[in-house]
Each structure stands twice: as C-alpha cells, then as structure tokens.
C-alpha cells in the first residue's frame, strides 16, 4: 500500500513526533508498505495534493497540529483514509477542559477542576484545595505540567502555560498510581501499571529519559480494577465519539478506585510505547499493530463515504 507517513509538525513534541515515526516507516517498510515521510512542517502547504496520491495516511503528530483534529479534516477533504479519531472527537479529547465536562456527563470518574482561559485577575484565588496539579489545557506529553504547594509555585506554572499561549487546567493532587489502558476497535487492551523512577508522578523526564519509569504490562493489579480500566478507557473512547484506537490514563487510589485523567487520540508510536506493549501481551507485534490500525481506518472511510 502506498502510505504517506505525517510527522512533525510544530508543537513542542515535535521531536518525539519524528523519532517515532522513523520507527514506524521501517516497521512499514519491512511489510512491503511503499512509504514517503512527510514533515508537516516543511510541506503543510503541499499537504491535500499529497494525500490525494497515497492509499493511506498514518498521521504520528503529538499535539497542535495532530490531535486538535485539523490534519484529519484536510485529509478528508482530500478523500484519503487515515488512522484514528476524526476531527471532532480529535478536538475534544486534546481540550482537556471540555473533555473532562463530556466525562462528567457521562457519568465517569474525574476529578474536579478549574479552568483559567487567561491569566486570573488581582485578587484572584483558586476554589480548590492544595496542593494544586497545573496542566497545560491542550499541551501533551507531560509538557508545562507540574504541582504547586503554594501561591508562589502556582504563578510560576501559570506564567509557563500563558507565555506558550495555552491556557491552564488546575486539579487537586489526587493520591496513588497511575494506570493507562489502551483501547483497539471495541475492545480495551490490558492496562499498564506506570511506576516513575524519580518524583512521584508521570512527567516528562519520566516518559522520554532512559530508565525514566517502570511500565509493567500487563498491570499486577486485581482482576476487578483491570476490568473497570477496560471499561472506563471504553466507555471515555464512545463518550468522546473516537474511533480506531486511544489511550485512556488514571490515578489509582490506596483505595482501588480509578480517576480518569485525559484521553490520547493519537498516543505515542513506537515498539516500546504504552499502547504497542499492550498489543504484544496480546500476541499483536508492532508492524501488525499498525497495519490493524490502517484496517479500522479504512473500514472508517468506507463507512463514512457510503453514508453520504
């Protein structure tokens, strides 16, 4: 098949994008798939007349452009079938702030938050108790992300998120582990339990350094906890309206209780990322992973071209 590999692009997960998608072209390329990598930095403006030339886009872009759904628009104004979520579904999950309203209704576990578009006025004092976890509200990869303890600590986050021009997401520090789940077609993939090497959460250094953490698949946890991250990671994909694959990650209490925290649209591709590990317990190496990705996004394409 002749695929047009997308990557790049120019969020600050710019580099992971690339590095990621190098091993995806030679995982390709060893199955036959004719192959042209394509920096969407340097070629946006040649974007549609390039899809309309390939069988299949594989779109690995982390962030804005990527996630925000925008990619996966012009791609179906140029006809050509791709992997995953579709521009709205795509949208919503990378807003965290809007995501987490759709979880809400729909009656799934996540914690209490506060919103700031733009920086807070003088006088201003969060709702919610400390210590505060502060997220970039559409950033990834665990970038302007951090806890504060203390007024002083929550500016110099703020300050961070609002100079990148995003704005910020503010949720109480919630106690325990973290767990993600990946989901595939219909069906959850068996979740990771996810042990930082240093600190006690998640971030950056965490997920890219060497050693960073420990990802133990699948998750020595209960039976019943593995099962209701399944059917939580399912029930957040169909609330969110995604399609084709996702990455569900939680915070597991002491208690065993599971809080949802965001959902990934596009999440990180190469053999040792979250969700190819949860492929393999399953018997489904990385080059098969992505051709049933390509297969869900072609019966996609179909479904959405008969029904017009």
């Known amino acids: 098949m002749k695929i047009l590999l997308i990557a790049g692009g120019w969020s600050t997960e710019r580099d992971v994008s690339l590095a990621g998608a190098r091993g995806m072209e030679s995982a390709l390329r060893e199955r036959g798939h004719d192959v042209t990598f394509f920096d969407l ?6 974007l549609l007349e390039t899809a309309r030339a390939h069988d299949f886009c594989l779109i690995n872009l982390h962030g804005a452009p990527g996630e925000d759904g925008l990619v996966q628009a012009m791609l179906e104004q140029a006809g050509c079938p791709y992997q995953g979520s579709g521009p709205a579904g795509s949208f919503l999950a990378l807003n965290k ?13 996540t914690a209490d938050w506060e919103f700031l578009p733009v920086p807070p006025p003088d006088g201003w004092e969060p709702r919610l108790p400390w210590p505060l976890f502060v997220k970039s509200n559409t950033g990834g990869s665990s970038l302007r992300l951090g806890r504060a303890a203390d007024r002083r600590e929550l500016d110099a986050l703020l300050a961070e998120i609002f100079a990148a021009g995003d704005s910020a997401l503010l949720e109480p520090q919630l106690t325990g582990r973290e767990v ?15 042990e930082p090497a240093a600190g006690d959460f998640f971030d950056y250094t965490s997920k890219y350094a060497k050693g960073g953490a420990r990802e133990i698949c699948p998750a020595p946890l209960p039976r019943e906890v593995l099962d209701e991250a399944g059917r939580l990671a399912l029930a957040a994909h169909r609330a969110l309206g995604l399609a084709g694959y996702s990455r569900t990650d939680f915070i597991l209490s002491p208690e065993g209780r599971l ?3 965001e959902v990934n649209t596009l999440p990180g591709m190469t053999p040792t990322s979250l969700v190819p590990q949860e492929a393999a317990v399953l018997g489904m190496d990385f080059g098969a992973l992505l ?7 072609l019966e996609r394409h179909r479904a959405r071209t008969t029904a017009r």
């Open 41 to 46: 930095r340097d070629d946006f403006d040649r």
């Open 97 to 109: 702030a809007a995501a987490k309203q759709i979880f809400r209704m729909a009656g799934l576990p």
């Open 180 to 194: 993600t789940c990946g989901v595939l077609g219909d069906q959850a993939l068996p979740p990771i339990l996810i």
């Open 259 to 261: 809080t949802l925290l």
């Open 291 to 297: 051709e049933r990705l390509m297969e869900l996004g």
